[in-house]
T-cell receptor
Framework: EAQVTQNPRYLITVTGKKLTVTCSQN?????MSWYRQDPGLGLRQIYY???????DKGDVPEGYKVSRKEKRNFPLILESPSPNQTSLYFC?????????????FGPGTRLTVT | EDKVVQSPLSLVVHEGDTVTLNCSYE??????LLWYKQEKKAPTFLFML????IEKKSGRLSSILDKKELFSILNITATQTGDSAVYLC??????????FGQGTRLTINP
């Protein structure tokens, strides 16, 4: 089954404790992206990757890191989480074409930083 | 600053009604506009629009893009309770960056 998986689905952590949220897709998609969703602010793009070893910042990259060592995986790293990073996080992937694409979203990771 | 604005933010109608959701945008280097439906958790893809005036249709849902006036509409006819969701509009711009609108929360009452 074609899908995007994220782990963990729920996480409660404390300020400053490094964490990684994993994202994996089995559709051989070139493009992968991370978003956060907050009430009243909608979805905002954190980082995206157009292929292996190619990553770029979205609109809200501060406090986050990513890596793309393999095509199927795109982990999101919070080196020193803070309470303002409490949010619902989505990973998404798509085929990349010159003008447009549709994205498949993972189930989401709800992160709480205390 | 790039922005995508959806209206209304919330809409409540009766089953069987027809609804129109709006999405206007101001972005640099526009590439395409996407519509998603978000029920409980992850958004699911509905439409991708790249050219003006060409209607995309899927069952009771349809959408059209106007690149001159910088907006898109999503129509749902003969609404059903299963159409209740948040509908998200997103614009793909420049180097494959996406900007999302705030979403329209649609509630269909039986």
């Amino acid at each position: 089954e074609a899908q995007v998986t994220q782990n963990p689905r729920y996480l409660i952590t404390v300020t400053g404790k490094k964490l990684t949220v994993t994202c994996s897709q089995n559709m051989n998609h070139e493009y992968m992206s991370w978003y956060r969703q907050d009430p009243g602010l909608g979805l905002r793009q954190i980082y995206y990757s157009m292929n292996v070893e190619v990553t770029d910042k979205g609109d809200v990259p501060e406090g986050y890191k990513v890596s793309r060592k393999e095509k199927r995986n795109f982990p999101l790293i919070l080196e020193s989480p803070s309470p303002n990073q409490t949010s619902l996080y989505f990973c998404a992937s798509s085929l990349w074409s010159q003008n447009a694409y549709e994205q498949y979203f993972g189930p989401g990771t709800r992160l709480t930083v205390t | 600053e790039d922005k995508v604005v959806q209206s209304p933010l919330s809409l409540v109608v009766h089953e069987g009604d027809t609804v129109t959701l709006n999405c206007s945008y101001e972005v640099t280097n526009f590439r395409s506009l996407l519509w998603y439906k978000q029920e409980k958790k992850a958004p699911t893809f509905l439409f991708m629009l790249t050219s003006s005036g060409i209607e995309k249709k899927s069952g009771r849902l349809s959408s059209i893009l106007d690149k001159k006036e910088l907006f898109s509409i999503l129509n749902i006819t003969a609404t059903q309770t299963g159409d209740s969701a948040v509908y998200l509009c997103a614009v793909v711009r420049g180097a494959q960056k996406l900007v999302f609108g705030q979403g329209t929360r649609l509630t269909i009452n039986p």
